[in-house]
């Protein structure tokens, strides 16, 4: 007979997906994990089957969280500055309690290489691949710009974004907020 789950498999996912935001995956042991997430080891593999199973539901999770400001930017019809307001939202997400995490995919994208698993690998470029859908669509709705110019703004403001997270742990409030004005001005 099976042992009955004592935990809320979401809840130790978030908790995992924490560890790894702040971490990333390289840097986050088992330990810490069975630490963080209050699970032992057996409970983490008998539900994942593996650390690396365990960072692609993180990363599904945080897409999830993401979502919310997604979600609001896409029923907005503010277009540009819709996106602007966006990257304001995003900024927020990315902030910690005392301390900036900046972004979990784009944490993860900075530890890509050759070896990376093909499903984390996936889930970090649909999620660029989806933002960047959702500006295209903002920008169109609000230009009569060549299409081919508006996939290059496009492309600009999804780089811009992944920019202004790695800046986040690092620059104050206000270099951020200039960061963001001087990106809007260009568009």
């Known amino acids: 007979m099976s042992r009955k789950k004592e ?3 979401e809840d130790v996912v978030e908790k995992a997906m924490n ?3 702040v971490k990333g995956y390289e840097s986050t042991s088992m330990q810490m994990l069975e630490k963080a997430m209050g699970i032992n080891k057996f409970s983490i593999y008998s539900s994942f089957g593996s650390k690396n199973n365990l960072f692609v539901e993180s990363l599904k999770l945080y897409r999830k969280k993401v ?3 997604t979600n609001e930017l896409e029923s907005s019809s503010a ?3 819709a996106i602007k307001q966006y990257f304001y939202k995003f900024l927020k997400l990315s902030a910690g309690k005392g301390f900036a995490k900046g972004c979990l995919i784009s944490n993860t994208l900075n530890e890509l290489d050759n070896d990376t698993d093909l499903k984390v690998r996936k889930q970090v470029e649909d999620f660029n691949d989806d933002i960047k859908q959702v500006f295209f669509n ?3 709705s ?3 710009k060549d299409q081919n110019i508006l996939e290059e703004q496009a492309d600009y403001l999804v780089i ?3 920019g202004l997270s790695s800046a986040s742990k690092v620059y104050s409030e206000v270099q951020l907020e200039n960061y963001i004005e001087n990106t809007f001005m260009r568009l």
Do not use: N, Q, R, T
Request: a positive charge.
């Open 7 to 9: 935990y809320i498999e």
């Open 19 to 21: 560890l790894f935001w």
């Open 67 to 69: 979502s919310k400001i």
């Open 79 to 81: 277009g540009l500055l």
């Open 138 to 140: 903002k920008l169109v």
């Open 142 to 144: 609000k230009s009569d």
């Open 160 to 162: 811009s974004m992944i």
